[in-house]
């Protein structure tokens, strides 16, 4: 149950983490009025497909616009309802953003260069890969054998011992689901991650679990 847990508090770190890196952009007054419970990502001039997004993004969509220099990623208010001292500016200028806006709903809209973008998500993969090796043979998951993913987290896989994960209370396809999803929320991807946990010795599919679908079923 620690690894568990440890596994869920890298978790909430690293969505809070990759969410104070990631964007840049010219960002319209109505992307910053619509900003609601989800993290966005965008760039580039306010269209009308935007405003369609931003209306998609506040009932769960995560909608993203390459513009050729800058990434904006807009946070929902409730990542900062504990930092009541929170300054933008002094944020923006301690982790290399461009700007740093607060929101009149209390989002915070984050703009950065694209390569400062591409360094967090590379520094997001490297902190993800390093928390799913983690549970290879740990303490409270000694059954997991390797732990492999495709790019972008839309296949992972997870070799383990038959008897001791049927035996075992195993949470693990959830975890690295909603880890997986963080990262491509992020990085402007679809949200698509199937969690394949397969027999060590046999190669046998022992079960296929498809987010964000399982957690709607």
Known sequence: MKNICTFLLAAIILLSLTACGSSASTTS??????????????????????????????????QVDDGLLNITITLPSSYFEDMTDFDPDTYANEQGFKEVVVNEDGSVSITMSKSKHNELMTEMKTSLDQTFMDLVEAEDTPYIKAVTASDGYTTVTVDVDKAGYE???????????????????????????????????????????????AMNS
């Not at 035996?167 to 975890?175: I, L």
């Open 29 to 62: 007054p109505a992307a910053s009025d619509n900003a609601g419970n989800t993290a966005t990502v965008e760039s580039g001039e306010a269209s009308a497909e935007e405003n369609q997004s931003e209306q998609q993004t506040s009932s769960g969509a995560v």
């Open 167 to 213: 035996s075992a209370f195993d949470m693990t396809p959830f975890m690295i689901g909603i880890s997986a999803m963080m990262y491509q929320q992020y990085d402007g991807s679809e949200l698509h991650c199937e969690v394949i946990i397969r027999d060590f010795d046999s190669g046998e599919t022992l079960k296929s679990i498809v987010y964000p679908d």
